[in-house]
């Protein structure tokens, strides 16, 4: 079995991603795999794939800026190579994504004012409290924040979007099985390095736990905006298409209202939080409810 430090090396990141789930792949999916022509043809469905989509990728460049801001942070060589990989693999997140609005139809030369008009301003005002603990170089609020706060949230709804997705969307639903692989070993980094630190430097409990609190709340509010106004379940009864029964955290999806698909996120994330949290000796602070 591998020690830590080889689980932070370069090679177990080789024999575990590349040359592992992500072999014979092309932007995290099949070659021949396509969007289906529903998603493509109406016009509601594909509006709100593109917005979703878009959200995606506004976490994912905060990921990607987080991860390589990190490096030069990290208080020994085992961290910076592991932070070195996940570099790699938050880039790969970004072009995947994208190149998913591309496929969509979003043109290259719209990419920027798309995601400008389309992102969720709750979503970059979380990003925005991540980034500032990541360019002050505070490597254990930029871990936690990162590998747990961001990478946490990021697991459940990859889970939630691949569970809605594999019935009628394998294409998306590939590439979302490479990215919850990649982020389940980012995830565990973060339990793993942290733990020790806050241990080393009790002080800054508060300061996480704080920044915990403040990122939460404006993840919770990306959430309620994100299904509140979802127009896709209207779009697929319009069209006279059954919704499709997927199980997320022992619940049916095909029965749910968009509120209800909410909750079930939130509480499944916030639940990761504590537990996760937890373990490495950070007191989780429950967040206001938007």
């Not at 932070?8 to 024999?15: A, K």
């Not at 932070?83 to 970004?94: C, I």
Request: contains cysteine; aromatic residues 8%; charged residues 25%.
């Amino acid at each position: 079995m591998a020690d830590t430090i080889d689980a932070y090396s370069i090679q177990n990141w080789l024999e575990s991603c590349p040359q592992s789930y992500l072999m014979n792949t092309r932007y995290g999916h099949g070659a021949e795999e396509k969007e289906p022509e529903l998603v493509l043809e109406n016009e509601v469905l594909r509006e709100e794939t593109i917005k979703a989509t878009v959200q995606l990728v506004v976490g994912e460049r905060c990921a990607l800026s987080a991860s390589s801001g990190l490096i030069n942070a990290a208080p020994e060589e085992a961290s910076r190579r592991f932070l070195a990989t996940q570099t790699l693999d938050e880039a790969r997140h970004v072009e995947i994504f994208t190149q998913r609005l591309y496929d969509l139809g979003i043109q290259k030369n719209d990419l920027e004012s798309t995601i400008t008009q389309l992102a969720n301003p709750n979503l970059v005002k979380f990003a925005e409290i991540l980034l500032e603990k990541v360019d002050r170089k505070d490597f254990v609020a930029g871990v936690v924040g990162q590998n747990i706060v961001l990478e946490g949230m990021a697991f459940s709804v990859f889970e939630m979007m691949h569970a809605m997705n594999e019935p009628i969307n394998p294409k998306f639903a590939h590439t979302l099985s490479g990215t919850i692989a990649d982020e389940r070993r980012h995830v565990g980094f973060g339990e793993n390095r942290v733990g020790s630190l806050i241990r080393q430097y009790p002080e800054k409990k508060g300061e996480v736990e704080r920044m915990q609190k403040e990122m939460s709340y404006y993840m919770l509010a990306t959430f309620a905006d994100a299904f509140r106004g979802n127009r896709t379940l209207d779009a697929l009864d319009e069209a006279g298409i059954e919704r499709a029964h997927s199980e997320y955290q022992g619940v049916d999806l095909g029965v749910l209202q968009p509120e209800e698909m909410e909750d079930v996120l939130a509480d499944t994330v916030l639940k990761e939080f504590k537990t996760r949290l937890g373990r490495i000796g950070i007191d989780y602070q429950t967040p206001a409810r938007p």
